[in-house]
């Protein structure tokens, strides 16, 4: 029995390493829905945020009402609707975080903070936008570098080298914040 069994976990392990060799992204993106959102930051950057924003919590799958958990599964499953990962500064750090924390009292607050590492390997936490008195909670995710164009004057197009944070409302807005000249603007992409 003990040999069957072991045989049957090193046939699990075999099929998992093949499994993650042959599509690492799968892998990865379903491992996340096992863990919460706070997993994909590095414990130094938890800390900053938590000694900064004692009273907040990080954005969860769970805390989007159910229509927007639906839509989110649907074209972003197996991401955190609260943590995106890119290179958000043009500074060539790939690793940087965009983080949406929310807090619940006395009314639905949303702070949309980024996370870099400075040379001593502690994480500057920069307020990038704030929304007070939310009906729903939005949510973030990583858009990619090029042009965007903004919803209201078609015209006006932003050719953008980084990768851009998307602050969106579900079914309702969307903004996209790029690093431009030093600082972080931004452009209603969907409304």
């Not at 000694?51 to 991401?79: C, F, N, T, V």
């Not at 043009?90 to 690793?95: A, I, L, T």
């Amino acid at each position: 029995m003990a040999k069957k069994t072991n045989l049957l976990r090193k046939n699990a392990l075999i099929v998992t390493f093949l499994f993650f060799m042959i599509d690492g992204n799968a892998c990865s993106a379903q491992s996340i829905e096992l863990y919460e959102c706070p997993s994909l930051l590095p414990k130094s950057a938890i800390e900053a945020i938590v000694e900064s924003y004692k009273d907040w919590k990080i954005l969860e799958k769970a805390d989007l009402i159910p229509d927007d958990q639906m839509l989110w599964d649907k074209y972003r499953r197996g991401e955190c609707p609260g943590v995106a990962v890119g290179n958000f500064d043009g500074g060539g750090n790939k690793k940087t975080f965009a983080v949406l924390i929310i807090s619940h009292a006395p009314k639905k607050h949303a702070k949309l903070l980024l996370l870099k590492r400075n040379h001593f390997g502690k994480y500057k936490i920069s307020l990038i936008y704030e929304e007070n008195d939310v009906t729903n909670f939005p949510a973030i995710h990583r858009g990619l570098p090029g042009t965007h164009r903004d919803f209201y004057v078609k015209e006006k197009k932003v050719k953008v080298k980084t990768d851009v944070i998307i602050y969106e409302h579900i079914e309702a807005s969307a903004i996209a914040f790029y690093y431009k000249h030093g600082k972080y603007e931004q452009l209603i992409i969907s409304d």
